[in-house]
């Protein structure tokens, strides 16, 4: 059974696996190569690659798989980032941890007042983006 709205999608977990699983081998080009029984000092056998089932990709399977990254980039509303964000985590990121990869994950901002910055707002904004974990040349600079 499954249930939608706008918020919330609902899906049967056994249902989703099992099509996933139809879907990857669906997906598996055909291999006319026989590596016979897979061992563990067997050349091609990548360890890392053992799916639920116990079977084994080989290299040769993985180079015909397609891209195997995903490199983006997009500006960000400054008065929506809100929003914005939380779509680029629904639309894309989900999706990429949905399909298994390992996500890296940057956020750059810069940001100018014409007027400047107090004493009182450069403190907060330091210790705040110090408790968040930002790296340590984050900061404040003076334009020239």
Not at 44 to 51: A, K, N, P, S
Not at 62 to 81: E, H, M, R, W
Not at 117 to 134: C, D, M, P, V
Request: aromatic residues 6%.
């Amino acid at each position: 059974m499954l249930f939608a709205s706008d918020g919330i999608l609902l899906v049967d977990w056994d249902t989703a696996l099992a099509q996933r699983r139809q879907e990857k081998e669906a997906a598996k080009p055909p291999i006319d190569v026989e590596f016979g029984e897979p061992s563990d000092t067997e050349p091609g056998r990548l360890l890392d690659d053992v799916d639920d089932s116990g079977s084994v990709d080989t290299i040769e399977q993985l180079a015909l798989a397609g891209p195997t990254s995903y490199f983006g980039a997009v500006k960000i509303n400054s008065n929506l980032y809100a929003g914005e964000i939380a779509k680029i985590g629904r639309g894309v990121l989900d999706r990429l941890i949905g399909y298994g990869a390992k996500l890296e994950l940057s956020l750059e901002i810069k940001a100018a007042k014409l007027d400047g910055f107090t004493e009182n707002e450069i403190r907060t904004i330091n210790e705040n983006a110090t408790n968040l974990g930002f790296d340590s040349d984050s900061g404040f600079e003076e334009e020239e």
